[in-house]
């Protein structure tokens, strides 16, 4: 049995390997050189303690042959290509066109998203492979990030087969609950007759978690999440990622219905949806810009506490505004459902019309809101006494965010209420120092 540690084989059959590409449950992808024709290769090995047992070896057996026998048919440009198999070899083997880049799954944390354009170009991608992959009678029932590699060259490649339903042959297949749960539709879930809307669920639940850090359905088991699957509405993606346009949650949502038959009806539609979101993003900031406004945050005392991470969630999370000099932005005794962090400027604050204080960079405002969800009034006054940036968060977002991100925010909250506490209760000390009798008072107002 090969472990992490273990050097690779120097081959494997006719092809030398040159190093470890990658692992999962049911194998190795190493990176071969065929040398009868030059060309580097992908060589798919599957593990070797796998085969031990009879039963288990035919189900893994049985994978190979339906990737090699499938996969061996397709011709796209956005799919890997099968090059070779030996499926009698011990441990027996697939040969793939070798992409020279990322699976998907290293772009789908917060801190590691690809700008918006991108993921819409490469879904729009997906949906030509899916479709082509559709016309040749073929269910791929595992799209999930890990399953789509992003060349250097900006395209994208769908690979691994192995748990692919025909709907033409009628040779035995796997069957059963087959995929990868996060990312299964409800009628996988409830092992029914599948179609190409399964597929195009399973890509839009990577679609979402491409651009917001976060898949729509995550439960804290497989069971809970394949729960949430069948039973629950999704979260728009624009309340995790502000800067999403509501035509993308329009076109995630509806790809993401239970019943497939209120998906799109074909995989052209679908992406004839896409091409039109892509079409109206607004102009994208430089990247540059990000990582600028990512350093600013994180030269703020508030999130000394908050990982690299969980400030990229935040950044998709809120929506950064340029404010002018006199903007109200919170008023006393109206409702309100968010917060804001203070960027640069400052503002003043006051109740009633008592100018109370001040506020510089790194503070936040209406924050109360959040930490009593019952009652929703400000309970001040805020006005930008300078051109302010604020990154304002909508409460119902951080709600929905990742519970790291919400307890590092309960954490702040409570440091930043103790702070003033402290600092009033200083404040009321000094005024009962200057209001004490013998002319305490008289002193401090010739002051």
Same mark, same amino acid.
């Given at each position: 049995?090969?472990?992490?540690?273990?050097?690779?084989?120097?081959?494997?059959?006719?092809?030398?390997?040159?190093?470890? *590409?990658?692992?999962?449950?049911?194998? +190795?992808?190493?990176? &071969?050189?065929? /040398?009868?024709?030059?060309?580097?290769?992908?060589?798919?090995?599957?593990?070797?303690?796998?085969?031990?047992?009879?039963?288990?070896?035919?189900?893994?057996?049985?994978?190979?042959?339906?990737?090699?026998?499938?996969? &061996?048919?397709?011709?796209?440009?956005?799919?890997?290509?099968?090059?070779?198999?030996?499926? @009698?070899?011990?441990?027996?083997?697939?040969?793939?066109?070798?992409?020279?880049?990322?699976?998907?799954?290293?772009?789908?944390?917060?801190?590691?998203?690809?700008?918006?354009?991108?993921?819409?170009?490469?879904?729009?991608? !997906? !949906?030509?492979?899916?479709?082509?992959? !559709?016309?040749?009678?073929?269910?791929?029932?595992?799209?999930?990030?890990?399953?789509?590699?992003?060349?250097?060259?900006?395209?994208?490649?769908?690979?691994?087969?192995?748990?692919?339903?025909?709907?033409?042959?009628?040779?035995?297949? *796997?069957? /059963?609950?087959?995929?990868?749960?996060?990312?299964?539709?409800? @009628?996988?879930?409830?092992?029914?007759?599948?179609?190409?809307?399964?597929?195009?669920?399973?890509?839009?639940?990577?679609?979402?978690?491409?651009?917001?850090?976060?898949?729509?359905?995550?439960?804290?088991?497989?069971?809970?999440?394949?729960?949430?699957?069948?039973?629950?509405?999704?979260?728009?993606?624009?309340?995790?990622?502000?800067?999403?346009?509501?035509?993308?949650?329009?076109?995630?949502?509806?790809?993401?219905?239970?019943?497939?038959?209120?998906?799109?009806?074909?995989?052209?539609?679908?992406?004839?949806?896409?091409?039109?979101?892509?079409?109206?993003?607004?102009?994208?900031?430089?990247?540059?810009?990000?990582?600028?406004?990512?350093?600013?945050?994180?030269?703020?005392?508030?999130?000394?506490?908050?990982?690299?991470?969980?400030?990229? @969630?935040?950044?998709?999370?809120?929506?950064?505004?340029?404010?002018?000099?006199?903007?109200?932005?919170?008023?006393?005794?109206?409702?309100?459902?968010?917060? !804001?962090?203070?960027?640069?400027?400052?503002?003043?604050?006051?109740?009633?019309?008592?100018?109370?204080?001040?506020?510089?960079?790194?503070?936040?405002?209406?924050?109360?809101?959040? *930490?009593?969800?019952?009652?929703?009034?400000?309970?001040?006054?805020?006005?930008?006494?300078?051109?302010?940036?604020?990154?304002?968060?909508?409460?119902?977002?951080?709600?929905?965010?990742?519970?790291?991100?919400?307890?590092?925010?309960?954490?702040?909250? +409570?440091?930043?209420?103790?702070?003033?506490?402290?600092?009033?209760?200083?404040?009321?000390?000094?005024?009962?120092?200057?209001?004490?009798?013998?002319? &305490?008072?008289?002193? &401090?107002?010739?002051?």
């Amino acid at each position: 049995m090969a472990t992490a540690t273990s050097a690779p084989p120097a081959n494997i059959g006719k092809y030398r390997i040159e190093r470890e *590409l990658g692992r999962g449950a049911s194998g +190795i992808v190493y990176l &071969g050189l065929d /040398g009868f024709r030059g060309r580097k290769v992908a060589i798919k090995q599957t593990h070797a303690h796998l085969l031990k047992v009879p039963e288990q070896a035919e189900r893994y057996r049985k994978l190979l042959r339906n990737e090699a026998a499938l996969s &061996g048919r397709l011709r796209h440009p956005n799919i890997v290509r099968l090059l070779d198999a030996d499926e @009698e070899a011990l441990p027996p083997y697939l040969v793939l066109e070798y992409v020279d880049g990322q699976p998907l799954s290293d772009f789908a944390t917060p801190d590691t998203l690809l700008p918006m354009p991108q993921v819409l170009d490469i879904a729009f991608k !997906c !949906c030509n492979a899916l479709d082509y992959a !559709c016309r040749e009678g073929l269910v791929h029932r595992d799209i999930k990030p890990a399953n789509l590699m992003l060349a250097r060259d900006g395209d994208v490649k769908l690979t691994d087969f192995g748990a692919a339903l025909s709907l033409r042959s009628d040779a035995t297949q *796997l069957s /059963g609950l087959v995929g990868s749960p996060s990312y299964m539709s409800p @009628e996988q879930v409830r092992e029914h007759d599948l179609t190409h809307h399964s597929d195009m669920f399973s890509l839009a639940v990577v679609v979402y978690e491409l651009l917001t850090g976060r898949r729509p359905f995550d439960g804290d088991t497989d069971f809970a999440t394949l729960y949430k699957i069948s039973h629950e509405a999704p979260t728009p993606p624009s309340l995790l990622r502000a800067s999403l346009p509501p035509h993308v949650d329009e076109v995630l949502l509806r790809a993401l219905a239970k019943d497939p038959a209120d998906r799109f009806a074909t995989w052209p539609d679908f992406a004839q949806a896409l091409l039109a979101a892509h079409r109206g993003l607004p102009r994208q900031r430089s990247q540059d810009t990000e990582a600028e406004r990512f350093a600013r945050l994180r030269a703020l005392p508030f999130f000394a506490d908050f990982h690299d991470v969980a400030l990229w @969630e935040l950044m998709r999370l809120g929506s950064w505004r340029r404010l002018e000099q006199g903007t109200v932005l919170m008023r006393e005794n109206t409702p309100g459902d968010s917060f !804001c962090i203070l960027i640069e400027g400052q503002i003043a604050i006051s109740r009633q019309g008592w100018n109370l204080s001040t506020l510089g960079p790194g503070v936040t405002l209406g924050e109360m809101t959040y *930490l009593r969800p019952d009652n929703k009034m400000r309970t001040a006054t805020a006005v930008a006494e300078t051109e302010v940036l604020v990154l304002k968060v909508r409460n119902p977002a951080l709600r929905e965010a990742s519970e790291d991100l919400q307890s590092r925010f309960d954490k702040a909250f +409570i440091k930043l209420l103790v702070g003033r506490l402290i600092a009033t209760n200083e404040q009321l000390a000094e005024w009962e120092l200057v209001a004490a009798p013998g002319g &305490g008072m008289q002193e &401090g107002l010739g002051d």
